[in-house]
């Protein structure tokens, strides 16, 4: 992977972040989507945040090397204390957990009020980000399911504003497994939906033989809860 062919994860990325916008990739790295981004979608400034100093250093030699200075500003600093107010009307966010990303979007909540767009690639816990989308008031608007290396990743897309709008009446659902991927089941969503359901089922069958106290009931009944929920998903692609 460099400056101009990225991971399919990245690429997936990229291909929701605006031709033109100014944007903030934070956990940047080293600095391989700013690059293609502004070599590729003219993006009009671009900050690359960086926390940890070897990343950090690469990110700074990358950009330097590729002669972008003038467009992209490599920063070190933990989440969005990277960006000033205003500054960004872009953000993305990839290769972390869903949780780290959404406490990231906590932590700098006030940095948020002018970026339009947000585009987030949680490696797990997806369903933790579509919380955060519903309880700040984001919308989503676009979802990716993809496989690479062995690995599924998901990619969110949300702008401001009515944050119902995509989850009709099945939230619970739409939550967990992403109202956009259960319209549209590609095999990466299927691969990993029906991996999920086997393992929740090897847990419930362990908890059947194990002593019912009240904590092993209420476990039971989430499992069974998640189990229906993904027979019926996936079902509804058969049917």
């Given at each position: 992977?460099?400056?101009d ?7 997936a ?7 033109g916008?100014?944007?903030?990739d934070?956990g940047?790295?080293?600095a ?10 003219g ?18 030699k990358?950009v ?8 992209i ?18 953000i ?13 979007l906590?932590n700098?909540?006030?940095?948020l ?6 585009v ?10 579509r919380?955060?989308?519903?309880e ?7 979802e ?6 062995g ?14 709008k995509p989850?009709?009446s ?15 089941q590609?095999?990466?969503?299927k691969?990993?939906w029906?991996a999920?359901?086997?393992?929740w ?18 476990k039971?009944q ?7 929920m ?10």
């Amino acid at each position: 992977m460099n400056t101009d062919k990225l991971s399919a994860r990245l690429a997936a990325v990229a291909k929701y972040v605006p031709k033109g916008a100014s944007m903030a990739d934070i956990g940047s790295d080293h600095a391989y989507l700013p690059c293609f981004l502004a070599k590729n979608q003219g993006v009009r400034f671009a900050i690359a945040g960086e926390v940890v100093e070897g990343p950090y250093q690469s990110a700074k030699k990358n950009v330097l090397s590729e002669g972008l200075s003038d467009v992209i500003d490599v920063r070190r600093g933990n989440g969005l204390e990277v960006v000033q107010q205003g500054e960004v009307d872009c953000i993305t966010i990839a290769g972390m957990g869903g949780a780290l990303i959404t406490s990231i979007l906590d932590n700098g909540k006030e940095k948020l009020d002018e970026v339009r767009r947000l585009v987030l690639q949680p490696n797990i816990s997806a369903i933790s980000i579509r919380k955060w989308f519903l309880e700040n008031h984001w919308r989503l608007i676009a979802e990716e399911i993809l496989e690479e290396d062995g690995k599924i990743y998901e990619v969110l897309v949300a702008e401001q504003g009515e944050p119902y709008k995509p989850y009709h009446s099945k939230r619970e659902m739409g939550l967990l497994f992403g109202p956009f991927l259960i319209e549209n089941q590609n095999e990466a969503f299927k691969k990993k939906w029906t991996a999920e359901k086997r393992n929740w089922k090897r847990i419930f069958d362990q908890l059947e033989s194990a002593v019912q106290t009240q904590e092993t009931m209420e476990k039971k009944q989430d499992l069974l809860s998640k189990l229906q929920m993904v027979e019926e998903v996936l079902q509804d692609e058969k049917s």
